[in-house]
């Protein structure tokens, strides 16, 4: 079985100033993207530029090595990924089950939670090796903490 390769971009964005904007970007393409080509392929409406990072310095998503390994999860097991294109993480956002085993993280069950009717079982599954996407992480983890010195 082959893995995606993961990394998280983090930038500024001019109209969201106090704190990097987060976009995991799987197999060098950011998520963002991905999901517009999706969504706007499977015909959703609203589709195409709705979703942007999230702001980890801006909101209680508490440490990256818990929100992106699943642990700062809702009650129904889902993580937040993405947020609106207008930094909102509740405006639009775009979320998955995490989940961790012996070798691998796996991303999947994604979900549009304001609009549950939709079918997003073809997208993904997106599955990392453990200790790349480990990595990966730490250095999202490093990148916000020398942000903040």
């Known amino acids: 079985m082959t893995s995606n390769e993961i990394r998280f971009d ?3 964005r001019d109209d969201y100033g106090d704190g990097l904007e987060v976009i995991p970007c ?5 998520l963002t993207d991905l999901i517009d ?4 392929g499977a015909g959703m409406q609203p589709a195409g ?3 942007g990072g999230i702001f980890p310095q801006l909101f209680p998503y508490g440490p990256m090595e818990d929100h992106f390994h699943g ?3 809702d009650t129904w097991g889902m993580t937040l990924l993405l947020g609106c294109e207008c930094g909102e993480p509740g405006c639009w956002p775009l979320t998955a089950r995490i989940t961790v085993t012996g070798d691998l993280v ?3 069950s994604f979900e549009q939670s304001h609009r549950p009717e939709r079918d997003y079982t073809a997208f993904g599954p997106f599955r990392f090796d453990r200790n790349r996407y480990r990595d990966a992480v730490q250095a999202l983890s490093a ?3 020398s942000d903040d010195a």
């Not at 080509?37 to 706007?40: C, H, P, V």
């Open 10 to 12: 983090c930038q500024r």
């Open 26 to 30: 799987i197999d060098g393409m950011p």
């Open 37 to 40: 080509r999706f969504e706007t």
């Open 49 to 51: 530029d709705a979703y």
């Open 71 to 73: 642990r700062s999860a």
């Open 106 to 108: 796996i991303w999947d």
């Open 143 to 145: 990148k916000i903490r």
